[in-house]
């Protein structure tokens, strides 16, 4: 199936807003499609730089998804990058919902340690007090 960019750009804007990321980083997704990340250590949202915007750009590519978010987490198993996105089936996107009330997410991580071991899988997702995102599991 194939979702319009415009679905899937309305469909994170929804999401992004659920999370209760910061207001102004909502707004630059949907003028300008900035994609932030939230990171640490306080969670606040920063742009991506050049090489998080080609490994976030082959992503969409490869998975016809749109990432609207990153959460860049260090853990005991190496540094991560976390992408939110809106998948190519909107069948999914209810699910989606049901988990960020939840406050989890099935996302693809990747492994900045061992790239090989990149994925996609479910983690838990906090609001920070810079109204950004952070990992919990």
Partial sequence: MTVTIEDKKKEAIERM?????????IKQ???????????PPVGAC????DEQKAR?????????????H??????TIG??????????YPEEWEMDHAGIEHG???????NHDMPDCSEFGSIGIALTPAAGLRRTW
């Fill in 17 to 25: 807003k659920k999370w209760g990321i910061f207001p102004d980083t």
């Fill in 29 to 39: 997704f949907e003028n300008d499609n900035l994609v932030s990340e939230s990171a």
């Fill in 46 to 49: 920063f742009w991506l730089n």
């Fill in 56 to 68: 976030v750009k082959s992503f969409e590519e490869q998975n016809n998804a749109l990432v609207y």
């Fill in 70 to 75: 990153v959460i860049h987490s260090y853990t």
């Fill in 79 to 88: 540094e991560m990058e976390c992408y939110l996105y809106v998948s190519d």
């Fill in 104 to 110: 989890e997410q099935l996302c693809y991580v990747y």
